[in-house]
Nanobody, 127 residues
Framework: QVQLVESGGGLVEAGGSLRLDCAAS????????MGWFRQAPGKEREFVAA???????????DYADSVKGRFTASRDDAKNTVYLQMNSLKPEDTAGYYC?????????????????WGQGTQVTVSS
């Protein structure tokens, strides 16, 4: 049974930082691309970041324009964990954050590509 468990959310002031962790089990983690999505109340789920497995010697990253330069996705395949480091947080970053897993390497901003999802962790940024 595949499980993705997010942690690290919380309340932070604007300009602050948080790191989200997503621990995976029940899947061959190193063979999956991992994505981060978020959903605010009354809004649709939106792509935040994605990180692929190693292809050749390269791991590919993708970010939403709204988080480029502020958020960094990384992963530790030995720990079956993907991370989202969030810096310079803004009130508009407030949302539930979800990690997800896919075998795809392209179009990782498309949430329909993902087959496994975590339950999410709440991030609230106060102004």
């Amino acid at each position: 049974q595949v499980q993705l468990v997010e942690s690290g959310g919380g309340l932070v002031e604007a300009g602050g930082s948080l790191r989200l962790d997503c621990a995976a089990s029940g899947l061959t983690f190193g063979s999956y691309s991992m994505g981060w999505f978020r959903q605010a109340p009354g809004k649709e789920r939106e792509f935040v970041a994605a990180i692929t497995w190693i292809v050749g010697k390269t791991r590919y990253l993708d970010y939403a324009d709204s988080v480029k330069g502020r958020f960094t996705a990384s992963r530790d395949d030995a720990k079956n964990t993907v991370y989202l480091q969030m810096n310079s947080l803004k009130p508009e970053d407030t949302a539930g954050y979800y990690c997800a897993a896919t075998r795809e390497l392209r179009n990782l901003a498309d949430d329909k590509k993902y087959v496994f999802w975590g339950q999410g962790t709440q991030v609230t940024v106060s102004s």
